[in-house]
């Protein structure tokens, strides 16, 4: 059984004449509950990666399949609501909605998701990544892993089929980046959510029970 299923996945990038190919023929598969880590070069296509399971962008060719249901099979209206029904996401910039305070950005994806009492989880949410005292502070207030524990709890509201983790860790500190990096791992162990995973850090990758290494346009 698999969750995430990449099937003969095709994309390039065309610049006036020059066309960058950066998948030519990729084959992927994550099993349900799986932490898979992906490493790789700068420029080797590990954000593209996430972009297209996510379904922000297009496959040249070939297919991905999220819990069975095809890309291919969407609509591009169909493919947002898709996207946000089943995909959580953790970036390494955050991301998240400067007007809004913590509370009301780990709420977000459950309106979307028309979750019944939304604010009771996103408390639950918060305290579970140790932030209950901060529900009312906006971004600008918070520190940036502070900021990271509110992305990856907003990332696990709706209860996703995957998250999807781009250098989530990046832009921190060594130890904030630990201390941020244990608590997604706990809380992703404790939900049984399928991650993927892009990280420079070996460190972080050892964390996870597959490690893949991306280049030239192939995960080994």
Do not use: W
């Not at 996207?83 to 996401?89: E, L, M, Q, T, V």
């Not at 305290?127 to 529900?135: A, D, I, Q």
């Not at 990758?205 to 192939?218: D, H, P, V």
């Amino acid at each position: 059984m698999v969750v995430l299923e990449i099937k003969s996945l095709k994309k390039a990038y065309h610049q006036s004449s020059t066309s960058i190919e950066i998948f030519k023929d990729l084959n992927f598969h994550v099993k349900p509950g799986q932490k898979i880590a992906i490493m790789g070069k700068s420029g080797s296509g590990k954000s593209t990666l996430l972009s297209l399971i996510s379904g922000i962008i297009k496959a040249d060719d070939g297919d991905i399949l999220l819990d069975g249901t095809s890309y291919k099979q969407l609509e591009e209206s169909q493919i947002n609501d898709f996207r946000a029904s089943n995909i959580g996401f953790v970036f390494q910039n955050f991301h998240l909605v400067s007007y809004l305070n913590a509370l009301e950005n780990v709420m977000l994806p459950a309106k979307v998701c028309n979750i019944s009492n939304p604010k009771e989880k996103a408390k639950e949410l918060l305290k579970s990544v140790g932030l209950e005292h901060r529900l009312d502070h906006l971004p600008s207030q918070l520190s940036g892993g502070e900021k990271q524990r509110v992305a990856i709890a907003r990332a696990l509201i709706h209860n996703p089929k995957i998250i999807l983790a781009d250098e989530p860790s990046g832009n921190l500190d060594e130890e904030t980046g630990i201390a941020v990096m244990d608590k997604l791992f706990e809380l992703i162990d404790k939900n049984n959510t399928t991650l993927v995973l892009v990280t420079h850090s070996k460190e972080v990758a050892l964390r996870c029970e597959k490690t893949y290494e991306l280049s030239q346009g192939n995960l080994v």
